[in-house]
């Protein structure tokens, strides 16, 4: 299901002076910070703990990483591994199989392609709360950094000094 009602305004696009005016210049409140390093489950085999750090590489470059999340980054990270294993099934076995009935041959999907399709599923669902899809992307915020970085400092002064 879609997200309800009108999509957002940009900041700094609300009347001056009302609530949403100053709700949309305080941003998001800042995520609680990661100490160290969030080590993958031991559930996980070595599909999942390379997906793993790769989510969580992508979530700490998009200031999303929260140590709350580790449960989902866990069922992610196992489902991912579960389609990976189906997909080289899939490869090895094909997609469909014949089976005969009492009216003849009549193409069926296999195991493996069933549950594939599912966990595609589940893990786009997982994706678009992670914000890993381009949809979901455009609706996140993303806590702002406390210290801008090099380029985003940079990037701040060219802006305030013009471009002519």
């Given at each position: 299901?879609?997200?309800?009602?009108?999509?957002?305004?940009?900041?700094?696009?609300?009347?001056?002076?009302?609530?949403?005016?100053?709700?949309?210049?305080?941003?998001?409140?800042?995520?609680?910070?990661?100490?160290?390093?969030?080590?993958?489950?031991?559930?996980?085999?070595?599909?999942?703990?390379?997906?793993?750090?790769?989510?969580?590489?992508?979530?700490?470059?998009?200031?999303?990483?929260?140590?709350?999340?580790?449960?989902?980054?866990?069922?992610?990270?196992?489902?991912?591994?579960?389609?990976?294993?189906?997909?080289?099934?899939?490869?090895?076995?094909?997609?469909?199989?014949?089976?005969?009935?009492?009216?003849?041959?009549?193409?069926?999907?296999?195991?493996?392609s069933k549950?594939?399709?599912?966990?595609?599923?589940?893990?786009?669902?997982?994706?678009?709360?992670?914000?890993?899809?381009?949809?979901?992307?455009?609706?996140?915020?993303?806590?702002?950094?406390?210290?801008?970085?090099?380029?985003?400092?940079?990037?701040?002064?060219?802006?305030?000094?013009?471009?002519g």
């Open positions: 299901m879609g997200k309800r009602g009108p999509a957002p305004k940009p900041p700094g696009t609300h009347a001056p002076g009302t609530h949403r005016d100053t709700k949309a210049k305080s941003g998001p409140a800042p995520l609680p910070p990661v100490s160290g390093e969030l080590d993958p489950p031991s559930i996980l085999g070595d599909v999942g703990r390379d997906r793993w750090g790769w989510l969580i590489s992508k979530l700490r470059a998009m200031r999303l990483l929260s140590s709350s999340d580790y449960p989902a980054m866990t069922r992610y990270c196992r489902d991912w591994e579960r389609w990976w294993d189906a997909q080289e099934h899939i490869e090895a076995e094909g997609e469909s199989t014949t089976k005969e009935t009492r009216r003849g041959p009549v193409v069926v999907q296999t195991f493996y549950l594939a399709g599912e966990l595609s599923r589940e893990l786009r669902a997982l994706e678009g709360q992670f914000g890993l899809t381009p949809s979901a992307r455009s609706g996140l915020g993303g806590a702002k950094s406390p210290v801008p970085t090099e380029a985003e400092d940079k990037a701040q002064r060219f802006i305030k000094r013009g471009t």
